[in-house]
């Protein structure tokens, strides 16, 4: 079971602190499993250290955003506290996201401090969601803290087309992250939107690229969430309302070997399930097509 702390609202942080409050690391401190309302155990915590990202991807981010005031948002040393009060109460897979997590001023700080509960055995893995602009700077560091893969956002090798859909990013700079990554021993996974009438003619391209290096790959569907401007998303993303041409899709990629199977009947499934108590049309962030990467 996944937990998903986005360090946004006042309301949350009001929260955190009062459960923090209640249960310090330490003696006396709590340490039952923490279990949903469906009795499964959360092992899995992802928590989002900033809102702030050095892109401007059209289906997430209006091209002026505003930002948090940095008073509200939790410091490096309580994003430590609150991530080891989770540990202790069983999540064993951490991931950090953003906004773009590697933009965070000091992040390295927070990683290595969570290293430690690698090192004691009560975390299995510390892993990180980036867009992958910060890669060549940072991926030695992070293998050296004790991070064995990540993920990376690229929806596209369209170099043109990526610069339409980030704004601001440069593809050059996000695959030569790809290759510092590898080159450090770093495992990748590709997250990539599906874009309809954008990038959905790429799938096969990009399947064939990532395998090709060893990568594997999860198709998104994207669900505007927050402020993203006019019109800068007219299409909708490629999901439960195109399993036709997740159809055609299989049958074209049917004739190429891939190292997984793919799992194209699983888009309704996988993103319904995510959305189980939305409106079909309620915004929300991006969710998986399917269950597994292909």
Known sequence: MVADLRNLQNPMQDSVETALEAREIGGGA?????????????????????DRCDFRCVYCMAENMSFLPKAEILTLEELDRLCSAFIARGVRKLRLTGGEPLVRRGIMTLVNSLSRHLRSGQLDELTVTTNGSQLEKYAGDLRAAGIR????SLDTLDAEKFRAITRWGSLD??????DVAQSAGLKIKINAVALKNVNEDEFPQL?????GRGMDLTLIEVMPLGEIGEGALEQRGVGPDDRA????LQGELSGRRFRREMN????????????????PDFPGPAVPMSDRSI
Request: net charge positive; glycine share 8%; hydrophobic share 35%.
């Open 30 to 50: 709590d340490r039952r499993p923490l279990v949903d309302p469906f009795g499964r155990a959360i092992s899995y915590l992802r928590v989002s250290v900033t």
């Open 207 to 211: 399947l064939e690229w990532a395998h």
């Open 149 to 152: 893969r990540i993920n990376v």
């Open 245 to 248: 041409r997740g159809k055609d």
């Open 264 to 279: 194209f009947d699983g888009i309704e499934d996988g993103s319904q399930r995510n959305r189980r108590d939305r409106r």
């Open 173 to 178: 700079k996000v695959l030569a992250g790809i």
